[in-house]
C-alpha cells in the first residue's frame, strides 16, 4: 500500500508517512473504510472525532474553504471523522494544505489525512427517531423562570445527600437506596416532595389528561456534571409505580433506551419533561453515558454532531408501589422473580443453598448454638412418663436430653450435624422434614425449631406441618418457630438483631457480618433474591442470609421465608385435625404451640 506525500522536510515527511501508514489500519478497524492510494473526494481525519471534542462545525470551518463540502460525519464514541467534497480537486487541495500541520481540534497535535473509497456506513442498529412504546418527551415543559426556581429546591447540602460514584443525589420523600435497589417504604423521609413541584402535575393535566392522577410521593435528584452519567437500568417494579416522570433542567443530555438489541438514543432537551410509562417503563432500559460532549443527529438527519454538556440537574417523580407490582414484563420483574420460585426451583433451591450450606457450616453452625429458649425448653418439660417427642430439624441437638421421663429423639436433613448429635450420645436419625419414616399417629410430641422457614414455596412448609400432624397421636402436642419478619416490635430488637452484637465481641464471630444487596451468584430458575444485611429488619420475605465461616473467609447464602405475623397461625388453620394452643412471638419467631385433634 501506497502513502500519499505531503509536501514538507523528508525528515518530517517520513514521520508523517509512518503515521499514515499506522492510522490506515485504524481507520479500517474504527469506522471499516479502507484508505485509497489515489486521491478521492473523500477524506478521513484519523486522529480527530467526537470523542476529543471535534465538532462539525470546526470542520466545516476549517474545510469548506477549499471548496464545497457534501458530508461531513463524526461518528459515536470515535477519533477519527469523515467529509466529502464534491470535487475531487478540492479534496486533493486540502489534503496538500492541511495534512499533518492543522490543529483543529486545538490539542496542540496535527491532524493527519487519509483519502477513503467512501464514507463510512452507519450502524444501524441505534434508531434516534423513534421512542420506545410508552415514552413521552414534552419539550419546553417548563419556562426558564420556573426551572430556576425549581433548582432552588435541591440543596445537595443535608446529609441525605450522597455522593456517588458518577454523579450527586438527594431524595425527597423516600431515600431510594441503590444497595438493594429500593425503598424503605416504612422509613419516609421527614422532607417530603417539594410542594413547589405541584405545578408541574395540574399543567400536565390539561395535555395529558391520562396522566392526571399522578401524585409522585418520592422524588430523586441527580446531578451530573460533564462526563457523569447513570448506569442502564429499569427502575425497580417492586418499587415505584408507573408512570415515572423526569423534568430536565439546566442541560441538554441524551438518554439512551435499550430492549432486546434496540438500541434508541434521543436528546432530553432542557426544560423538557420525560414520562415512562408502560412498555418502556417496565421493559426497557434506561441510561446516560458518561461523557463531555452528546452526540446528536444533524438536522438534516445525515451525519451527526456533538454538543457540549453542561451541568445537568434531573428531577425524577415516582410514587411509592404498596403491594405487588402486577406488570405483564416478566423478564425484567424482580417480583415476579422474587415470587417464581415454583416446587421444582423450591428443591434446587434448598438443596444449594439449605441443605450444602449446612453441611459447609455444621461445626461453626453448632458452636454457635447452645443456649435452649425458655419456652421451648417448658414444652419439652411439659411431657410426662414415657412420652416420644421427635425433633424435627434438631441441628446440633440442642434441645434434645432435657427431659428425663421422655424418650425423645431427633432428625435433621444434615450428615454433619446428625453427627455432631451422635458425638453428644442423643438419639438422632437423617430424613427430611416432608417424609418424616415414622408411622402415623406414632409420637406424643413434636418440636420444630427455625426449621420450615428454610423451606421455598408455602406448599412446601405447609407439607412439612402436615408431616409433623401426621405422626402425632390424637391429643399429641406440636411446637413450631420460625424466623419473625419483624425484628423489632413494639420498640423491642429481638435477640437476633441485639445478640449479634455481644457474640461478635465475646466469641468474635466473623458470620454475622454482612452488607446487604442482590445476590450475584445465579439461582435456580433464575430467580432473583435480595441477600440480607445481619442485624438488620428483613426488607423481603424470601431472602438470602449470608453465613461467614470462622476460618476461612468463606460466605454461605442460606435460603429464608421469614414469616409476617399471623403467617404461620393462617397456616395451622388451614390443617383442619388440629387446634392451636398458643401463638405468640419469641425472641424474633412466630411460634405456635398445637394439639391434634382428630
Ligand atoms: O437523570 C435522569 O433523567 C434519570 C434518573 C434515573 O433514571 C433514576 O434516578 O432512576
Ligand atoms: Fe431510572
Ligand atoms: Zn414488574
Known amino acids: 500500500m501506497s502513502v500519499q506525500k505531503v509536501g514538507c522536510s523528508r525528515g518530517q515527511q517520513k514521520k508523517v508517512n509512518r503515521k499514515l501508514a499506522k492510522f490506515q489500519h485504524?481507520?479500517?478497524?474504527?469506522?471499516?473504510?479502507?484508505?485509497?492510494?489515489?486521491?478521492?473526494?473523500?477524506?478521513?481525519?484519523?486522529?480527530?472525532?467526537?470523542?476529543?471534542?471535534?465538532?462539525?462545525?470546526s470542520i466545516f470551518e476549517y474545510f469548506s474553504e477549499f471548496g464545497p463540502l457534501s458530508d461531513i460525519l463524526l461518528l459515536p464514541g470515535k477519533s477519527c471523522s469523515f467529509l466529502a467534497y464534491e470535487d475531487v480537486k478540492c479534496a486533493v487541495a486540502a489534503y496538500n494544505a492541511l495534512n499533518g500541520k492543522l490543529d483543529i481540534a486545538q490539542y496542540n497535535r496535527p491532524i493527519y489525512l487519509l483519502y477513503v473509497d467512501q464514507l463510512p456506513r452507519l450502524s444501524e442498529t441505534t434508531i434516534w427517531d423513534k421512542l420506545p412504546p410508552g415514552l413521552i418527551i414534552i419539550n419546553d415543559f417548563i419556562s426558564t423562570a420556573e426551572e430556576e426556581s425549581l433548582l432552588k429546591l435541591c440543596s445537595f447540602r443535608d446529609q441525605l445527600c450522597g455522593i456517588m460514584k458518577n454523579r450527586l443525589v438527594e431524595h425527597f420523600g423516600f431515600e431510594f437506596r441503590y444497595d438493594i435497589n429500593n425503598v424503605d417504604k416504612d422509613k419516609p423521609l421527614s422532607c417530603n416532595v417539594p410542594c413547589e413541584t405541584n405545578f408541574l402535575w395540574a399543567r400536565l393535566q390539561q395535555t395529558h389528561p391520562e396522566f392526571g392522577q399522578f401524585q409522585p410521593d418520592q422524588l430523586t435528584v441527580n446531578c451530573y456534571s460533564p462526563g457523569q452519567g447513570i448506569p442502564h437500568h429499569v427502575d425497580t417494579h417492586s418499587a415505584f409505580e408507573s408512570p415515572i416522570m423526569c423534568l430536565s433542567l439546566a442541560s441538554t443530555i441524551v438518554m439512551e433506551f435499550k430492549n432486546e438489541g434496540l438500541?434508541?438514543?434521543?436528546?432530553?432537551?432542557?426544560?423538557?419533561?420525560?414520562?415512562?410509562?408502560?412498555?418502556?417503563?417496565?421493559?426497557?432500559?434506561?441510561?446516560?453515558?458518561?461523557r463531555k460532549?452528546?452526540?446528536?443527529?444533524?438536522?438534516?438527519?445525515?451525519?451527526?454532531?456533538?454538543?457540549?454538556?453542561?451541568?445537568?440537574?434531573?428531577?425524577?417523580?415516582?410514587?411509592?408501589?404498596?403491594?405487588?407490582?402486577?406488570?405483564s414484563f416478566k423478564a425484567k420483574c424482580d417480583q415476579m422473580k422474587q415470587n417464581n420460585i415454583n416446587g421444582n426451583v423450591a428443591a434446587q433451591l434448598e438443596a444449594l443453598h439449605v441443605h450444602e450450606v449446612y453441611e459447609?457450616?455444621?461445626?461453626?453452625?453448632?458452636?454457635?448454638?447452645?443456649?435452649?429458649?425458655?419456652?421451648?425448653?417448658?414444652?419439652?418439660?411439659?411431657?410426662?412418663?414415657?412420652?416420644i417427642l421427635v425433633d424435627v430439624g434438631c441441628g446440633n441437638g440442642k434441645y434434645l436430653g432435657h427431659n428425663k421421663y421422655i424418650f425423645d429423639i431427633g432428625c435433621d436433613r444434615s450428615t454433619g450435624l446428625v453427627d455432631i448429635c451422635r458425638g453428644k450420645?442423643?438419639?438422632?436419625?437423617?430424613?427430611?422434614?416432608?417424609?418424616?419414616?415414622?408411622?402415623?399417629?406414632?409420637?406424643?410430641?413434636?418440636?420444630?425449631?427455625?426449621?420450615?422457614?428454610?423451606?421455598?414455596?408455602?406448599?412446601?412448609?405447609?407439607?412439612?406441618?402436615?408431616?409433623?400432624?401426621?405422626?402425632?397421636?390424637?391429643?399429641?402436642?406440636?411446637?413450631?418457630?420460625?424466623?419473625?419478619?419483624?425484628?423489632?416490635?413494639?420498640?423491642?430488637?429481638?435477640?437476633?438483631?441485639?445478640?449479634?452484637?455481644?457474640?461478635?465481641?465475646?466469641?468474635?464471630?466473623?458470620?454475622?457480618?454482612?452488607?446487604?444487596?442482590?445476590?450475584?451468584?445465579?439461582?435456580?430458575?433464575?430467580?432473583?433474591?435480595?441477600?440480607?444485611?445481619?442485624?438488620?429488619?428483613?426488607?423481603a420475605s424470601d431472602v438470602l442470609v449470608p453465613w461467614k465461616l470462622k476460618d476461612d473467609n468463606k460466605t454461605f447464602l442460606r435460603f429464608y421465608h421469614v414469616f409476617g405475623e399471623h403467617e404461620l397461625e393462617k397456616m395451622c388453620q388451614q390443617i383442619n385435625n388440629i387446634e392451636i394452643i398458643r401463638s405468640y412471638y419469641d425472641q424474633g419467631n412466630w411460634c405456635i404451640s398445637f394439639r391434634r385433634v382428630e
Not at 433474591?529 to 445481619?534: G, W
Request: with cysteine; aromatic share 8%.
Open 263 to 290: 438500541h434508541i438514543c434521543s436528546l432530553l432537551p432542557r426544560r423538557s419533561l420525560l414520562i415512562m410509562s408502560g412498555e418502556s417503563r417496565y421493559n426497557w432500559t434506561h441510561g446516560i453515558v458518561p
Open 360 to 387: 459447609n457450616i455444621a461445626d461453626h453452625f453448632s458452636d454457635t448454638r447452645h443456649k435452649p429458649w425458655p419456652n421451648v425448653l417448658e414444652f419439652v418439660q411439659s411431657f410426662t412418663y414415657g412420652d
Open 425 to 539: 450420645k442423643v438419639e438422632t436419625f437423617i430424613t427430611d422434614c416432608l417424609s418424616i419414616p415414622i408411622n402415623d399417629q406414632y409420637v406424643d410430641g413434636v418440636i420444630s425449631i427455625a426449621v420450615i422457614h428454610h423451606l421455598a414455596t408455602e406448599e412446601r412448609r405447609l407439607k412439612a406441618i402436615k408431616e409433623m400432624v401426621r405422626i402425632l397421636r390424637i391429643g399429641g402436642k406440636g411446637l413450631i418457630y420460625v424466623w419473625a419478619h419483624e425484628q423489632i416490635k413494639n420498640q423491642k430488637k429481638s435477640s437476633y438483631i441485639m445478640q449479634c452484637r455481644k457474640n461478635r465481641k465475646e466469641t468474635t464471630l466473623k458470620h454475622l457480618d454482612s452488607s446487604e444487596g442482590r445476590q450475584e451468584v445465579p439461582l435456580p430458575g433464575g430467580i432473583e433474591l435480595p441477600v440480607h444485611a445481619n442485624r438488620s429488619n428483613f426488607k
Open 26 to 57: 485504524v481507520i479500517k478497524k474504527e469506522a471499516g473504510v479502507n484508505s485509497s492510494p489515489i486521491p478521492t473526494n473523500n477524506l478521513a481525519i484519523c486522529n480527530a472525532g467526537l470523542v476529543n471534542g471535534l465538532t462539525e462545525e
Open 293 to 327: 460532549f452528546d452526540v446528536i443527529r444533524n438536522k438534516s438527519a445525515v451525519g451527526f454532531t456533538c454538543l457540549k454538556r453542561e451541568t445537568r440537574i434531573s428531577f425524577t417523580f415516582r410514587k411509592v408501589l404498596h403491594g405487588d407490582c402486577k406488570c
